[in-house]
């Protein structure tokens, strides 16, 4: 079993700051990429952002220069700096990972439960 949980949303006014956690855990042989979706009301669920083992980044251009994704691979823990916050911006943020449970098992993507990020006007 592998286990995501985020932790550090809330609420906040627009043009503040909220930094995410995420910590993975449990059956894990290794850790390929992880990161950041979200999904707003009534919309699809979008890349936010992601980091490589490797500390290769990958942003959506609608947080480019704002957010920034960084990682701590000894803790399987991937964080989410969100700065100059927009109501755009409000959505449930989903950690995810692709990662390998076992050795000889392929690499799979696994989904936190999602924690609620409001940016009020």
């Known amino acids: 079993q592998v286990q995501l949980v985020e932790s550090g949303g809330g609420l906040v006014q627009a043009g503040g700051s909220l930094r995410l956690s995420c910590v993975a855990s449990?059956?894990?042989?290794?850790?390929?990429?992880m990161g950041w979706y979200r999904q707003a009301p009534g919309k699809q669920r979008e890349l936010v952002a992601t980091i490589t083992t490797g500390g290769s980044t990958n942003y959506a251009d609608s947080v480019k220069g704002r957010f920034t994704v960084s990682g701590d691979n000894a803790k399987n823990t991937v964080y989410l700096q969100m700065n100059s916050l927009k109501p755009d911006d409000t959505a449930v943020y989903y950690c995810n990972a692709l990662l390998k449970p076992k050795v000889n098992f392929p690499p799979a993507n696994y989904w936190g439960k999602g924690t609620l990020v409001t940016v009020s006007s």
């Open positions: 449990g059956s894990i042989f290794r850790i390929n990429v």
